[in-house]
């Protein structure tokens, strides 16, 4: 009967196998699927034991904290200032979970950076604390922007041409970030057709109008194609893509040069330059300003809307054969594009031709203070050469020294810029003003995005130029 | 070296395992080494102690190795329940002592011949089946998770499957022995398939039909398994042929397949294993959530484990984020701590118990003290394999213990018996061994 018993311990030794092959499959092989499960709490549950990091301003202000809850968990608590940019922050919360920087600086907030720090905090026992974040935010051209739109729905993005820093960036309808912790009110929140939660900076889409042009006008000199005193016919109506099109107030401007054209944002004149450089060239200037693409800046990718061409709600690529490349051209057609990205435009022209990665974090400090990260600028790609920058800088100068940016026009500052009024509903006289610019002219501290939602009558001269002119301000004190 | 000193050596394992455990435990608690909670381990020492003098003096020629492998696993499990809750390591610790004394008790009046046992064979069959329907009487009958294992008398509640296996092996070990020859000589073959006749092939049936009343009536499939794969472990070893065994496991398979598709509780419990994730299973009244925690506390161990008392298992509200963590699913919370190293140990630990059975039965001389040693390392295995596989997601989770470890009085001294048996086959075949006659 010997042998049976040992045949018999062998389909043991199989079935014990199995145990351990499975065993290693849970805790091993697919351990990170069963960490991200959302029905598992286990990372919430870790998380409320965990000391999160704070959350600053620029210059320091406190935004969020976390507060002792009992039974050794932790809660999150936002402060007033907080309501400045409740987006921008977004929340941490065990039934919400993370949304904004709370979501994409979690590693730092929640500690699990460092895995080595993680080891020392076990061996001395004691509370777990995460890192804290400081913004590159300044809360008073924050205020500046906010008290521009003045309640009106729109949004404002300021970025450090030479860094990529986001000095500011203004989502109106706002909300106080505490109150978003109750539940009656989230829901309030989440249902409220004013969309408050939204970021409009960098999750809506609106037509970007005239400051399009910015775009064909870099696309048009850095190819070789055209100069700024390369000559066009201005005359309205043209017919482009088989449709007639006519300048703001049909106007008709004889031949111009592009500097003028720019200057007085005359729609025949930009069509024409677009249609002639091509779906290819407009593409290959739209991509290396980051359109097509999520940004890549510090927050989460679910809260970007990559700027571009949509069709029935899906991203197209502008050599389409959907896309009306002169409508294009003068930034109509189905362009959406966010605030940020309009800001990243003016940001490349600003520094050189050279676009750097927004970035919403100054530094990282760890729990006893030390620097952990000082989140150095970033280099995304140079978009033009820089002449093509330099001679773009003269032409934007022009439209605020003389064509329809000239509110925004700083005292004993040159400014650089560009407005744009799209026609959101044409019989109602509903638009979308725009602005985009920066300045000093000559040197770029600052640039800016300004936009307006669904204004009555407004245009990017009169409505989005001085929102831009008194942030501009504010950042250049 | 004798076979006691060896024991005895072999127990410092256990000990270091069991005071770094504690020391673990109290450390991440950030206590004091107070002499009170030091006792446990202390006594439970003492204890493996006495055991071992038992042994010494009663089979001076069993297995060096079983016990010290057994107390391992028991210092485990009683490391594990401690940091789970205080309460159940100390009850646990007082079902070892009434474990130790059945132990002591069945060494003591079995150890001149286990063969005794023969005679009472049918009294014990009886014993066992009718153990295994108690839970369904009602009023002490007890259904935990959809299943009716336990009985509930007073405050001691009791699951009499554990000890029914035991009576199982003893009467299949002294029935096989017998038939065995008819099993083998008696058979003529059909469509090719060696078959025995029909009248011996009639008990064959009915251990089969038992264990579908199991599967149907108690609700467990984990337990029927461990009773019929048993079975069938038993007749290949006593006949020598795997066609029966292949046979009985497709019936097996058949009437399995058969009921868990047409009685529903039997049913919902292979659709949470099934899709433990899935919505509507994950909420539902003994549905897939304890299969569902059960893999995602594996998951969080890692390779190497959180630590001794570093998993989460408690919600910070109060109440279970893992369920029946002392009892059905403490294999999941080795694996959460230990990970899959440590988890892989008790797994060895486990399988070298496996082997020693195995050995002893190969030693043995007699038909059924080879029976017996095989039928109670067959179904020892069987139960590891059911209830790691059903945490595990092997196979369906169902309600029996992990032996030595998880907590339950009647677990540990059903095991307990087990091992005295397992040690008297060991002590009169290695004694023959040395003593020829």
Not at chain 1, 108 to 125: F, M
Not at chain 1, 308 to 317: D, K, Q, S, V
Not at chain 2, 45 to 71: E, W
Not at chain 2, 375 to 382: I, P, S, Y
């Amino acid at each position: 009967m010997n042998q049976p018993i040992a045949r018999l311990f062998a389909i043991v030794l199989l079935l014990f196998a199995a145990l351990v092959a499975f065993t290693s499959r849970w805790s091993v092989f697919d351990a990170q699927a069963l960490r991200d499960n959302p029905k598992n709490r286990r990372a919430l549950i870790e998380e409320l034991r965990v000391k999160r990091g704070t959350i600053r301003a620029a210059d320091g202000t406190l935004l969020a904290r976390s507060e002792a809850a009992g039974a050794g968990t932790y809660r999150r608590r936002y402060t007033e200032a907080a309501s400045l940019l409740p987006q921008v922050i977004g929340f941490s919360d065990i039934d919400l979970g993370r949304a904004g920087i709370e979501r994409s600086r979690n590693d730092e907030l929640s500690g699990n950076a460092g895995a080595l720090d993680d080891i020392v905090d076990q061996l001395k026992g004691g509370v777990e604390k995460g890192d804290d974040v400081r913004l590159s935010i300044d809360l008073d051209a924050q205020r500046a922007a906010l008290a521009g739109l003045n309640g009106r729905k729109g949004s404002v993005v300021a970025i450090e041409p030479a860094t990529g820093r986001v000095r500011a960036m203004v989502s109106v309808p706002g909300y106080d970030p505490q109150s978003l912790l109750t539940s009656a009110r989230r829901k309030a929140l989440d249902t409220d057709p004013n969309a408050p939660l939204l970021n409009r900076a960098t999750q809506a889409g609106y037509p970007p109008g005239s400051t399009f042009k910015v775009v064909t006008a870099t696309a048009a000199i850095d190819s070789g194609r055209f100069e700024p005193s390369s000559v066009v016919n201005g005359d309205s109506p043209k017919v482009i893509s088989g449709v007639p099109m006519a300048n703001s107030g049909n106007k008709s401007f004889g031949d111009i040069d592009l500097t003028t054209a720019l200057t007085f944002s005359v729609n025949t004149v930009w069509a024409q330059v677009a249609e002639k450089l091509g779906k290819g060239t407009m593409a290959e200037y739209m991509r290396k300003f980051g359109f097509n693409a999520d940004p890549p800046m510090d927050y989460p990718d679910g809260q970007m809307l990559p700027s571009g061409e949509y069709r029935n709600g899906a991203l197209l690529p502008p050599t389409s054969r959907f896309v009306d490349v002169g409508r294009m051209g003068i930034g109509q057609d189905k362009l959406r594009v966010t605030p940020l990205q309009m800001a990243m435009v003016a940001s490349a022209v600003a520094n050189g031709g050279e676009l750097m990665k927004p970035t919403l974090t100054q530094s990282i400090v760890d729990p006893d203070g030390r620097v952990a990260d000082r989140v150095e600028p970033q280099r995304d790609r140079r978009v033009m050469s820089e002449r093509t920058a330099s001679q773009l800088t003269e032409m934007m100068t022009n439209v605020v020294r003389e064509g329809t940016g000239t509110a925004a026009a700083l005292q004993g500052i040159d400014v650089a810029g560009k407005t744009g009024t799209a026609e959101i509903v044409r019989d109602q006289d509903i638009n979308q003003p725009w602005f985009i610019g920066f300045a000093p002219a000559s040197s770029p501290k600052i640039a800016v995005a300004v936009t307006i939602e669904r204004s009555q009558g407004g245009q990017g001269g009169t409505e989005a130029a001085p929102i831009a002119k008194q942030v501009m301000e504010s950042l250049l004190k | 070296m004798t076979e006691r000193n060896r024991e005895l050596f072999a127990l410092i394992p256990a000990a270091l395992l069991v005071t770094a455990g504690f020391a673990a435990v109290f450390v991440q608690r950030d206590d004091v080494l107070t002499n009170a909670s030091l006792t446990y381990g202390g006594l439970f020492l003492g204890l493996c102690f006495v055991a071992h003098l038992i042994v010494r003096m009663t089979l001076p020629h069993a297995d060096p190795y079983l016990f010290p492998l057994v107390a391992t696993l028991a210092c485990l499990g009683l490391v594990i329940l401690y940091r789970l809750d205080e309460d159940f390591a100390r009850e646990q610790a007082q079902w070892f002592v009434v474990g130790l004394i059945v132990f002591a008790a069945t060494i003591i009046s079995l150890r001149k011949d286990v063969r005794v046992l023969e005679r009472y064979r049918y009294v014990i069959a009886t014993a066992g089946i009718l153990l295994l329907l108690l839970p369904r009487v009602p009023g002490i009958g007890q259904q935990v998770n959809g299943a009716y294992l336990g009985i509930g008398i007073g405050p001691i509640s009791f699951q009499p499957a554990e000890l029914s296996k035991i009576a199982i092996v003893i009467f299949l070990a002294s029935y096989l022995r017998d038939t065995r020859e008819v099993l083998v000589q008696g058979t003529h073959k059909i469509f090719g398939i060696p078959l025995p006749p029909l009248k011996h092939l009639g008990p064959l049936l009915v251990v089969w039909g038992a264990a579908m009343v199991l599967l149907v009536f108690i609700r467990d499939l984990g337990s029927s398994l461990m009773f019929f794969g048993g079975f069938l472990a038993l007749v290949y070893v006593a006949t020598n042929r795997a066609s029966y065994a292949i046979i009985g496991f497709g019936l097996f398979a058949a009437g399995t397949w058969f009921f868990a598709r047409t009685v529903g509780h039997v049913q919902d419990r292979v659709d949470a294993w099934l899709h433990p994730f899935s919505d509507q299973l994950y909420d539902a009244q003994g549905g897939s959530y304890q299969i569902a925690q059960s893999i995602f506390a594996q998951g969080d161990g890692g390779l190497l484990g959180r630590g001794f008392g570093e998993a989460i298992i408690q919600l910070p509200g109060g109440g279970q984020l893992l369920p029946a963590a002392h009892t059905d699913l403490i294999y999941a919370v080795i694996v959460n701590e230990l990970g899959l190293v440590g988890a892989c140990g008790v797994l060895l630990v486990y399988l070298l118990i496996v082997e020693r059975g195995f050995r002893i039965a190969t030693l043995a001389t007699d038909s059924f003290s080879k029976l017996l040693a095989t039928g109670l390392t067959a179904v020892f295995a069987l139960q590891v394999f059911v209830i790691v596989g059903g945490v595990t997601k092997l196979i369906p989770l169902t309600g029996v213990t992990l032996p030595f470890i998880s907590y339950g009085g009647s677990s540990i001294v059903a095991n307990f018996i087990l091992l005295a048996l397992l040690l008297l086959v060991s002590d009169r075949a290695r004694r023959e061994v040395l003593e020829p006659r």
